[in-house]
């Protein structure tokens, strides 16, 4: 019936962690939207295509089936048909693990088979598995995945197979990171506060200290919230570790060593103000700033990172873990 040309044995199995929502992609041909997982660089329709104007055929269950021809030319605007090295990584990301018989079922969803348009019959073939159209210049190629085994195969179909089609979508890294890559703020979803952040190397930064509540007034100098706002709010180690927006993190130790060694590239007008909380008192907010590392040392400590703004120096300490010190949120761009 149909001819192998590789054999991949894989298994679907989500793993990753997202810092938004799984993205949704609007095809504007005809209003109809899709879903989609981020894997690698890019995002997967975990929907099938379902254009009418090209669709080939539909069987019982409304699956929508496009011929050979036409595969090339099949996804909406702003996306693609994955080729074959796109499916290997896919492979490689997604389909490996103990759950393999569950996930590739999973991204299945109700899709089975493949129709050869020369059977005037219209009978189903390769009933036990799914199969997706591939971007294949040399040959009418198709990844088969098996829900009876949990197994995935590059096949070649007759040449008037049709089958289903999934897309393929860039990621945009800052919009997952709900930054504005235009303006580079990031709007925290939370409470919809802004921060300004710079790019060093892969990582964003934010440029000011968070304000997201955890508590209540005291988490402000002199427990007045015009210093919070002014200069973002007092944390605990505990609750700084808990305080970033999803997908952003607390920065360890190795990460703030990272960056500040570019010395010269730091403002120090806007690192090193604000104190710190010091149990009922508090260090000089007109000339430094402390931040937490979501690294600990010592028992009941955290490192913590000094930056003296008159001075432009910095001090690296273990603080006890109950002092109020600020947060500078980082994330990496992939």
């Known amino acids: 019936m149909f001819r192998l040309v590789g054999r991949l044995a894989v298994a679907f199995i989500f793993v990753a962690e997202f810092a938004y929502a799984d993205p949704v992609v609007r095809d504007s041909r005809d209003g109809r939207t899709y879903r989609a997982i981020a894997s690698g660089k890019l995002n997967w329709f975990t929907d099938n295509l379902s254009y009418q104007k090209t669709v080939a055929f539909r069987d019982n269950d409304k699956n929508s089936f496009y011929k050979q021809s036409g595969w090339m030319a ?50 189903i073939q390769g009933k036990d598995a799914a199969y997706f159209a591939v971007a294949d210049p ?30 393929v979508s860039e990621r945009d890294f800052y919009a997952e990171k709900f ?52 200069f973002g709010r007092y944390y605990t180690h505990t609750e700084a570790k808990k305080a970033c927006p999803s997908g952003w993190h607390l920065p360890d130790d190795g990460e703030w060593r990272d960056f500040q060694k570019d010395r010269a590239r730091l403002n120090w007008d806007n690192l090193g103000r604000g104190g710190c909380k010091d149990w009922d008192g508090y260090c ?44 500078r949120c980082v994330t990496e761009l992939n």
Not at 105 to 121: L, N, V
Not at 201 to 212: E, P, Q
Not at 308 to 320: F, L, M, V, Y
């Open 74 to 123: 099949s996804c909406p605007a702003g996306t693609h048909l994955p080729d074959i090295q796109e499916w290997t990584l896919f492979a490689k990301d997604r389909f490996t693990g103990p759950r393999k018989l569950s996930n590739v079922k999973s991204f299945a969803g109700k899709t089975r088979g493949f129709y050869d348009m020369a059977d005037p019959a219209r009978n």
């Open 138 to 167: 040399d040959g009418a190629r198709a990844m088969m995945l098996d829900v009876k085994r949990g197994n995935a195969k590059m096949v070649t179909l007759p040449p008037e197979a049709v089958v289903t089609v999934r897309c």
């Open 179 to 230: 930054v504005d890559s235009k303006t580079m703020k990031l709007t925290d979803p939370r409470d919809n506060q802004v921060y300004k952040v710079e790019q060093r190397d892969d990582r964003l930064w934010m440029v000011s200290n968070l304000k997201y509540s955890l508590t209540s007034a005291k988490q402000c100098l002199l427990e007045d919230t015009t210093f919070c706002k002014k």
């Open 284 to 327: 000089n907010s007109d000339m430094t700033g402390h931040y937490w590392s979501s690294t600990s040392i010592m028992k009941n400590t955290g490192r913590s990172w000094e930056f003296r703004r008159q001075a432009k120096s910095i001090d690296r300490t273990d603080q006890n873990v109950q002092k109020g010190l600020y947060v």
